[in-house]
Nanobody
Framework: QVQLAESGGGLVQPGGSLRLSCAAS????????MSWYRQAPGKERELVAA????????SYADSVKGRFTIFRDNAKNTVYLQMNSLKPEDTAVYYC??????????WGQGTQVTVSS
């Protein structure tokens, strides 16, 4: 059974930082591309950051470049999202995704991030 367990969300003031974690089980973690998505109220889910399985290549949404960093620890089966200089518009539910090929696609339950003073 595949599980992706996100943690680290919460309430933070503008300009603050949070680190999200996503611990995976039930998959060969190193073979999966890992991503973070987010969904704000009334908006579609959007890709925030992604890291590939083999080369570790990275990609970011333009809105978070220079502020967010995605990284993975294959020994711990965990992917992280370090979020700095947070803005109110970063408020959303953040979801972890694991994907391999076109048919293996798994999601976590999400963790709420609220940026507010």
């Amino acid at each position: 059974q595949v599980q992706l367990a996100e943690s680290g969300g919460g309430l933070v003031q503008p300009g603050g930082s949070l680190r999200l974690s996503c611990a995976a089980s039930g998959i060969i973690f190193s073979r999966y591309a890992m991503s973070w998505y987010r969904q704000a109220p009334g908006k579609e889910r959007e890709l925030v950051a992604a890291i590939s399985s083999a080369t570790g290549s990275l990609s970011y949404a333009d809105s978070v470049k220079g502020r967010f960093t995605i990284f993975r620890d294959n020994a711990k089966n965990t992917v992280y999202l370090q979020m700095n200089s947070l803005k109110p518009e970063d408020t959303a539910v953040y979801y972890c995704n694991a994907r391999r090929l076109t048919t293996l696609d798994f999601w976590g339950q999400g963790t709420q991030v609220t940026v507010s003073s």
